[in-house]
């Protein structure tokens, strides 16, 4: 039932974007089949533990670099290092509610440099560190 429900979701979601109901508001939906942003968003997925840069990525997609960070940011709604760095913490988010693969695996893994700065970037942007959260998640269920 639940794949079926969210069958529904997927398909009402791109015919609101094909009739044109999401308009100029950012759409992660509508920046994946944009060719350049859309490329570049791949790539971050794809690479996770890669520490990008703005210029790397807008080469990438053969762009410039101000031109890139603009439409990016128009499209998917926030700027190019700020999303990899969320996507990079909804996986971490992630494996530390399903695995028991250690904090400092899990950060070297993520592209962190030592569990020292995993662990400072992580409270920064979901307030608690690894350990409290992954405590938290379990005994919630």
Same mark, same amino acid.
């Given at each position: 039932?639940?794949?079926?429900?969210?069958?529904?979701?997927?398909?009402?979601?791109?015919?609101?974007?094909?009739?044109?109901?999401?308009?100029?508001?950012?759409?992660?939906?509508?920046?994946?089949?944009?060719?350049?942003?859309?490329?570049?968003?791949r790539?971050?997925?794809?690479?996770?533990?890669?520490?990008?840069?703005?210029?790397?990525?807008? !080469?990438?997609?053969?762009? $410039?670099? #101000? %031109? *890139?960070?603009?439409? =990016?940011? /128009?499209? +998917? &709604?926030?700027?190019?290092?700020?999303?990899?760095?969320?996507?990079?913490?909804?996986?971490?988010?992630?494996?530390?509610?399903?695995?028991?693969?250690?904090?400092?695996?899990?950060?070297? !893994?993520?592209?962190?440099? $030592?569990? #020292? %700065? *995993?662990?400072?970037? =992580?409270? /920064?942007e +979901? &307030?608690?560190?690894p350990?409290?959260?992954?405590?938290?998640?379990?005994?919630?269920?």
């Amino acid at each position: 039932m639940l794949d079926r429900l969210a069958q529904v979701i997927l398909v009402h979601g791109m015919r609101r974007l094909g009739a044109g109901d999401i308009g100029r508001r950012a759409s992660w939906l509508r920046a994946l089949a944009d060719p350049q942003i859309g490329a570049a968003l791949r790539q971050i997925h794809a690479d996770v533990g890669r520490r990008w840069t703005l210029g790397e990525l807008a !080469a990438a997609v053969g762009m $410039s670099r #101000s %031109a *890139f960070a603009l439409r =990016f940011t /128009r499209m +998917v &709604g926030k700027p190019p290092l700020e999303y990899a760095i969320a996507w990079r913490m909804q996986l971490a988010r992630d494996a530390l509610r399903t695995s028991e693969r250690p904090v400092g695996e899990l950060g070297f !893994a993520l592209g962190y440099a $030592s569990e #020292s %700065a *995993f662990s400072t970037a =992580f409270r /920064r942007e +979901v &307030g608690e560190s690894p350990r409290a959260f992954r405590g938290r998640a379990r005994a919630a269920g």
